[in-house]
């Protein structure tokens, strides 16, 4: 990764700890995951694409980190249990969970279907509450942990053909306050970060297609640039380390 701004952090910010992301073998995910055992971190990477897990898995071994990959659906409950304790066994803690993973289908309200509808509340909000829960029961239990979820600032303001998914964000953002306090003296700081669109080629491909449509895009954002996936990586390390102590219930947005 070529200048990447997280190298402002110390390499070992996380020593010891062990992570986990959701959706971490692509886009965002994939480099917040890189980010985390960049700053020393072990990592869990968990998806429904083993093949490609694997082998973003294996590439980060060769950097010399600990890493592995676990098939897991995050909509289906039984799965991610399983997903836990495969973790648990694995790395013996659970230190950190970003839940990353998400599906999105842009299409105008009216011309939904209810399976559409419900499969992004299921990958989106049922799955970030399934992993929260079984990681958290293991975060409970040592006292201790870090639970990160990515957002999109859509989550406050809707956005046309954005139905299922700002529903099911804002539905995570009222979770992450709610598990904040509920689990804030148990040890467990809960927090979320809200992106706004991050240059990455799917987003290149699917919402700015065009020349014309990227100066649209651009338009709304003041700063005039799109983000990066290390803006949000920096902000995980910020939130998963002792620099967010004091943090909880919290959502951090970075739309520019
Ligand atoms: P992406 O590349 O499309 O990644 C989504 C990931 O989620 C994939 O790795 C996918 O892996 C995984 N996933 C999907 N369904 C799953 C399921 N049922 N169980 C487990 N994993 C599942 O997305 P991205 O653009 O990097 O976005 C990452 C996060 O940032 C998302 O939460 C997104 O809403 C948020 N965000 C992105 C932007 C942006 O501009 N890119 C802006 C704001 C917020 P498998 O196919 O292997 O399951």
New binding site residues.
Partial sequence: MMNNITDAFSKDLLAGKVAIV????????KVVAEDLVAHGAKIAL????LE??EEEAAAIRRTGAEAAAFA????DGDQVKRAAEQVIAKFGRADILVN?????FIWPSEKLTAVRWRKVID??LN?SFNCSLEFGKHMLAAGQGRIIS????YAWTGAPGFAP?ASA?AGVLALTRTLGVEWASKGVLVNAIA????D?P??RER?WPTPEMERKMLAGVPLGRFGLEDD?SALVLFLASDLGRNITGEVITSDG
């Fill in positions: 959701t959706g971490g073998g692509t886009g965002i995910g968990l998806s429904r694409n490609r897990l897991c659906d995050v909509s990353n993973a998400a599906a999105n990958i989106v799955g990515i957002l999109a600032t998914s964000k992106p706004g669109p991050i990455t799917q987003t919402l949000v």
